[in-house]
């Protein structure tokens, strides 16, 4: 019985998705409108600078999986003072994972 309540423990603890995440963001990645694109684009960038991408806010509000596509993460751009409402955006799983967790 105890094999079968540890199994449960485990499961629980484990996220949703490796890259529902949110990270800081690495200066220098880029963000693509769609995945395996070749062109970045430039975001619209709030006041104050981009402080993380989250995969989370992808799963939470579109409720789908960040990480679908093999190699890229879906994110949103977030800041202390919101985001960019024109994302979601798409990174690649190098850049994304370049920065700091921060949390799910």
Known sequence: MAV??????????????ASSQ????????????????????SPEIPSGGIGMVSAS???????????RINGWVEVFLVTGRGGDPKGPYWMKTDEFKCGKFVGT
């Open 4 to 17: 079968g309540v540890l199994g449960i423990v485990v499961f629980l603890s484990v996220p949703r998705s």
């Open 22 to 41: 949110v990270m800081t963001h690495c200066p220098g990645s880029k963000f693509y409108k769609y995945p395996r694109s070749a062109v970045p684009v």
């Open 57 to 67: 806010d992808v799963w939470n509000l579109l409720n789908r999986d960040p990480s």
